[in-house]
């Protein structure tokens, strides 16, 4: 069972971290506290730090429940989608609603830049597996980085990154976010890891620039300097990889019950630019139906080809 026709479900993708990975977008728009050069959903439209109900929770947990009923199944449900989920003020319920469903563990994605907020802390700590991310080390790389939201201090950020390191009993990740000729330096790898030590990660992610990026300057730094620098970080810290492979029941999926190809190819790519891969696995379809898809869609003018890398697709944006 795929997420097709819904408005706020997209998967299940594979997702290189997560196995078989259903997000739940709470924002429904690009909203987010940071506006990254990195990031892979194209630049922020609304970059803020004001909280507020973004999407309707009704609407948001009806659609889950409906999925839960057509016999979806994932290995994790992600609150995630194209911005930073805490910034709903009801991101709190929709775990709590999500645990009394099912048994699939929730997994949220957070940049951590609202952790200075006790409520925000209080209900990320509901979530089985929290993701977070430090890719600088003083407000300048920040700034250059992750571009914030007005008014948020580097020294504000951290502290509530540590806060809740302090809190949360559950798996907790962190992501390092390596751009080549901007914290790719021996120094600057060393000054995050020495911040990165502070939160005692579970896990801690070595990560760069893979898909297309926000601003096209952003390039990747090559998997040996990653492999390097992953020392300074501990025994916890991994380089993440290309994309796992990801079996998936819903493969075996008939193309009745997977109508509305292009649409689904078209929520994805809303989303992130993605493999022909990744496209075929997230959806559940063959490479062939999917490149049929995608030609139809280049054909189009909706869908065109990364420029840089060719591998990707991405949405035309007008
Ligand atoms: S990478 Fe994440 S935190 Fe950064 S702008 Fe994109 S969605 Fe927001």
Known sequence: MTSGGFRYLFGPVASRRFGRSLGIDL????????????????PTQTCTLQRDAYVPLGVVLGEFRAWLGAGGTADVVTLAGRGEPTLHTGFGAVIDAIHGMCEIPVVLL????LMWMPEVRRDAARADIVKISLSGWDDASLETLNQPALGLRFEEYLAGLRAF????????????MFVAGVNDTEDAARRIAAHAALLAADRVELNTVVRPPADRRSGPVPADVLLRYAAYFGPRAVVIGPLAECASADAAQSSEDQGGLTAQILALLGRRGCTLDELATGIGRREADIQAGLQELIDLGRVRP???REAYYQLVRE
């Open 110 to 113: 957070s940049n951590g830049s």
């Open 306 to 308: 990364s420029e840089d």
């Open 27 to 42: 924002l429904g728009q690009r909203v987010c506290s940071f506006n990254c050069i990195f990031c892979e959903a194209g």
């Open 165 to 176: 390191r302090r809190d949360f009993t559950g798996a907790l990740r962190l992501e390092v």
